[in-house]
């Protein structure tokens, strides 16, 4: 089993649509979890972390569910430059990355 | 707003040469890592540094790399002998304590032809 698995994407939405990324991790002595975001050929940048508690910016709202070893992204009322790959991490010590799921925002 | 710089940009090399890829962590951090991607890949971790050794690398990280912080600002990524195979986007990062967000550099491209 992979360390982080995402859905393999790319998803293709309209403007305005809502869009989940889902994730699952394996070692469940992970530490902190974490949404980034990775623009074509660019670092990935910090989206936000994930709490058990489930936390919100704004448009995204992130889960976790540490019983299951599963994680969640939703992204509301979506945006052209919401179009990026979206990269599941988990922490131990270094950051553990999924493969990433490519988001394309349509007009 | 303080960030990691990496040189250069974009690196070409022959098959069997040395590079140095070179780092500036944010200042007062104390942690350091790379992390490498190969095109339509996973970021992948290579390696963590503190306190001028290193503190864990995976297995990508064989002999033919090292890492070194020559002076109080710079922290480097050597391969003796590239392959083919090393081909990819090296990330920097570094982080003030180990329970903080990693910043990462805009990252190298390296070319091995």
């Known amino acids: 089993r992979k360390e982080v698995e995402q859905d393999p994407g790319p998803f293709n939405v309209p403007e305005g649509a809502t869009v989940a990324f889902n994730c699952t991790y394996s070692?469940?002595?992970?530490?902190?979890f974490f949404w980034y975001r990775q623009d074509c050929r660019k670092e990935p940048k910090l989206l936000m972390s994930?709490?058990?508690s489930g936390n919100e910016d704004g448009r995204f709202t992130a889960q976790l569910n540490r019983a299951s070893q599963y994680i969640s992204l939703l992204i509301r009322d979506s945006k052209l430059s919401d179009s990026a790959t979206y990269l599941c991490?988990?922490?131990?010590?270094?950051?553990?990355f999924g493969q990433g799921t490519e988001l394309s925002v349509k007009p | 707003e303080p960030e990691v710089t990496q040189t250069p940009s974009h690196q070409v090399t022959q098959m069997g040469q040395e590079v140095i890829l070179r780092c500036v962590p944010i200042s007062n951090h104390l942690y350091f890592y790379w992390y490498r991607q190969i095109l339509g890949q996973k970021v992948e971790f290579l390696v963590s540094?503190?306190?001028?050794?290193?503190?864990?690398k995976s297995e990508i990280f064989d002999d033919q790399f090292s890492v070194e912080r020559p002076d109080g600002s710079n922290f480097t990524l050597k391969i003796r002998s590239t392959k083919l195979e090393d081909s990819a986007m090296y990330f920097c990062?570094?982080?003030?304590?180990?329970?903080?967000?990693?910043?990462f550099g805009p990252g190298t491209r390296l070319t091995v032809l």
């Open positions: 540094f503190y306190n001028n050794e290193i503190s864990e």
């Open positions: 070692n469940s002595a992970s530490q902190s």
């Open positions: 990062a570094s982080i003030l304590d180990r329970d903080n967000e990693q910043f």
């Open positions: 994930v709490y058990s």
């Open positions: 991490v988990v922490r131990g010590g270094k950051l553990i």
